[in-house]
């Protein structure tokens, strides 16, 4: 197990397109989380699952976003007609329930909406 | 009103004097409390993370707690070129809550 891994690591869109990516967490890991991370702030949570059921999102998850996580594995997260506003690097994490301080982070997936 | 707040930057030190960066947190019933480093373009790597009051020490970084001030704070020992990054406080809940982070520079 290599870790928490991202797909794909770049994604150039042109805007009012569709995009998704994908986290595959490690796979004892319970817990996944979205970030969204702009330049020069912090990451930013979009939202969180356990096993198969997403629990929260976070209000800066408006409509056009979605995000999955079927059989409690790998988590997809979709964006629909992209704005520029999107360009961003969103990152993906997991952990092993509450019981550890240990989240792990995925490299990321930088979109660019042009 | 933003939930975790870090001094802001850039910080830039001499190679080898101490680094101190900053962060308060608005939720009194945090309980754990995480520093990351991240350089640019890369996720976040796991610097350390304290839920006692008190210090915390882990080779040239000590994490330091104040939950009565709702303060946390990381000095960097002796720093390095390669300690130049952006470091981020983070607030655990269910879940980590970011501040915007401090860049600093270790210049040589």
């Known amino acids: 197990d290599t870790g928490v891994s991202q797909n794909p690591r770049h994604k150039i869109t042109k805007r009012g397109q569709n995009v998704t990516f994908r986290c595959d967490p490690i796979s004892e890991h319970n817990r996944l989380y979205w970030y969204r991370q702009t330049l020069g702030q912090g990451p930013e949570f979009l939202t969180y699952?356990?096993?198969?059921?997403?629990?929260?999102k976070s209000r800066l998850l408006s409509d056009r976003f979605s995000a999955e996580r079927p059989k409690g594995s790998f988590s997809t997260l979709e964006i629909q007609r992209t704005e520029q506003g999107d360009s961003a690097m969103y990152l993906c994490?997991?952990?092993?329930?509450?019981?550890?301080?240990?989240?792990?982070f995925g490299s990321g997936t930088r979109l660019t909406v042009v | 009103q933003k939930e975790v707040e870090q001094n802001s930057g850039p910080l830039s030190v001499p190679e080898g004097a101490i680094a101190s960066l900053n962060c308060t947190y608005s939720d009194r019933g945090s309980q754990s409390f995480f520093w990351y480093r991240q350089y640019s373009g890369k996720s976040p790597e796991l610097i350390m993370f304290?839920?006692?009051?008190g210090d915390k020490e882990d080779g040239r970084f000590t994490a330091q707690l104040n939950k009565a001030s709702q303060y946390v704070s990381l000095l960097i020992r002796d720093s390095q070129p390669s300690d130049s990054a952006t470091y981020l406080c983070?607030?655990?809940?269910?879940?980590?809550?970011f501040g915007a982070g401090t860049t600093v520079t270790v210049r040589a």
């Open positions: 983070a607030v655990n809940d269910y879940k980590l809550s």
């Open positions: 304290i839920y006692s009051n």
């Open positions: 699952f356990q096993n198969e059921a997403q629990l929260e």
């Open positions: 994490a997991s952990r092993i329930g509450t019981a550890t301080m240990d989240y792990t």
